[in-house]
């Protein structure tokens, strides 16, 4: 991936973020459609219905969107955590982990370009770094559920137990991605029954 992967500039006026909006949702439909190898510039920026120009204003490259649509995925789920948080206030991990579980996959199989873009991050320097400050971000928000939770029959690290649970639900959610319900649910309800057990519920 080229060196020069930041985003230009982050749009103020409506009408520069409507066309941005309007680029990174071609882009991720694209994406779906034909593979992240064979996205073009010319082709995102004729289904934004926007000239090539317009696309070259906001990012360098096609190295620059795809960090920019990853970084926006990473964010709504990151902003989902942080806004759960509060409510967990008096909630077992019984009722929480598998609400939370279920409500991130819903995401995931409502964005399905996030599959394709995690994929290609590992193969690429700077996003396996990006992926992996997504998933410490992710870690550190349900540390603090966690601490809650751990019972003290359970000798964990906290913080290690949360990294796991990140890192091995990612792997399950994005195996259900790709595999039909039937196989997919019955994965899901023993990875919720194992980080319950972790946790010592």
Do not use: C
């Not at 439909?29 to 000239?51: C, F, M, S, T």
């Not at 942080?82 to 982990?97: K, L, N, Q």
């Not at 991130?104 to 990006?130: C, H, I, K, T």
């Amino acid at each position: 991936m080229s060196d020069d992967i930041e985003m230009r500039k982050a749009p103020s006026q409506a009408r520069s973020k409507g066309r941005l909006d309007s680029i990174l949702n071609a882009a991720s439909k694209l994406i779906v459609q034909k593979g992240l190898p064979n996205l073009g510039v010319r082709e995102i920026a004729r289904h934004a219905d926007i000239n090539i120009a317009t696309f070259y204003q906001f990012f360098p490259n096609k190295a620059a969107l795809i960090r920019t649509l990853s970084l926006r995925h990473m964010e709504a789920v990151q902003s989902f955590l942080d806004g759960y948080a509060p409510t967990i206030e008096g909630r077992t991990a019984e009722d929480v982990i598998p609400n939370v579980l279920d409500a991130v996959l819903s995401y995931y199989m409502d964005n399905p370009d996030y599959l394709e873009l995690w994929f290609a991050g590992q193969a690429d320097p700077e996003l396996r770094a990006l992926n992996l400050e997504d998933s410490r971000k992710n870690a550190g928000a349900i540390a603090k559920w966690v601490q809650l939770w751990l019972s003290e029959n359970v000798h964990h690290d906290h913080e290690a137990l949360s990294m796991h649970i990140v890192l091995s639900t990612g792997q399950v959610l994005r195996h259900a991605q790709i595999v039909g319900p039937a196989e997919a649910e019955p994965l899901l309800n023993l990875h919720k029954s194992y980080i319950l057990r972790m946790l010592g519920s």
